[in-house]
């Protein structure tokens, strides 16, 4: 895949089915997102477009931390590459931009649940305890249908420090 082809950007609105069918083919290593979700959040999605098509996707959610909001976390979410564009960069390229995007507001970390901690390690990101993300398993992972306990689902928490000073 020629890089200079592809353009890594924020999504549009019209783009939401195409990132809803993308979510889904990975539903062996993705929690899949409603079509209405994806709709709503389309503003923190991140795409990689190449020929017209979108190849690639990620989204961005922060998460508050209770008593603290200095110490909020970002949680990377819905990471997607369509099969004939993986190891080609591009999910690491859309990681990246969504760290560039959201330093703006000094999150205290990136954090993230996975099926490919090895993907998110390349990029830095270290091993954590689900304990450490509580906020994040009451919010998301207390829905999730593919597993009844979040702390039996093997999703790897991870993260990545994104401040020296504290």
């Not at 190891?87 to 996975?114: K, N, S, Y």
């Not at 593919?146 to 790897?156: D, L, Q, S, V, W």
């Amino acid at each position: 895949m020629n890089s200079e082809l592809e353009k890594i950007r924020p999504a549009v609105l019209k783009e939401a089915e195409q990132i809803f069918n993308l979510i889904r083919q990975h539903d062996s290593d993705l929690i899949s997102r409603p079509l209405g979700d994806i709709v709503q959040n389309i503003d923190r999605f991140v795409v990689c477009e190449a020929g017209g098509e979108i190849v690639g996707c990620a989204a961005w959610h922060i998460l508050p931390e209770i008593g603290a909001p200095e110490r909020a976390s970002v949680e990377i979410q819905s990471v997607a590459v369509r099969a004939d564009f993986r190891r080609h960069q591009v999910g690491t390229r859309i990681v990246r931009d969504i760290l560039g995007r959201v330093r703006r507001f000094d999150p205290a970390q990136a954090i993230v649940l996975t099926f490919a901690p090895e993907f998110f390690r390349s990029l830095g990101f270290t091993p954590i305890p689900k304990t450490q993300v509580m906020h994040k398993l009451y919010m998301g992972c207390i829905n999730c249908t593919k597993h009844a306990n979040p702390f039996t689902c093997p999703e790897i928490a991870m993260a990545l420090e994104l401040r020296n000073n504290d």
